[in-house]
């Protein structure tokens, strides 16, 4: 099983942008799915991004398609989350989540793993 931690999460003003960081241990990172997901207080975990083991198949939320970009190094086990044009609704605590099963079903929130998190913060 895998260990995440993210990074790269912090303060920004609206329209300004964010790449978000999830490094991955052990040898078999290039097997698992892996997903971004946010969360705000009291809400439920939302699916962000999703990429396939091997990074030739992705998927968005409708909320950040067109500014969201997800792509993985599996020379590196790290999955980054790019974030273009921000807007206050964007802030959330931001989870990277891996998965054994299909890119599709990780969109569903069905991860064997999960980092601990990495705040965004998005004034007006």
């Known amino acids: 099983q895998v260990q995440l931690v993210e990074s790269g999460g912090g303060l920004v003003q609206a329209g300004g942008s964010l790449r978000l960081s999830c490094a991955a241990s052990?040898?078999?990172?290039?097997?698992?799915?892996m997903a971004w997901f946010r969360q705000l207080p009291g809400k439920e975990r939302e699916f962000v991004a999703a990429?396939?083991?091997?990074?030739?198949?992705?998927y968005y939320a409708d909320s950040v398609k067109g500014r969201f970009t997800v792509s993985r190094d599996n020379t590196q086990n790290t999955v980054y989350l790019r974030m273009n044009s921000l807007q206050p609704e964007d802030t959330a605590v931001y989870y990277c989540?891996?998965?054994?099963?299909?890119?599709?079903?990780?969109?569903?929130?069905?991860?064997?793993?999960w980092g601990q998190g990495t705040q965004v913060t998005v004034s007006s």
């Open positions: 052990g040898r078999t990172f290039s097997t698992y799915a």
């Open positions: 989540g891996a998965g054994l099963d299909s890119v599709l079903m990780i969109t569903t929130g069905r991860a064997h793993s």
């Open positions: 990429i396939s083991a091997s990074g030739d198949t992705t």
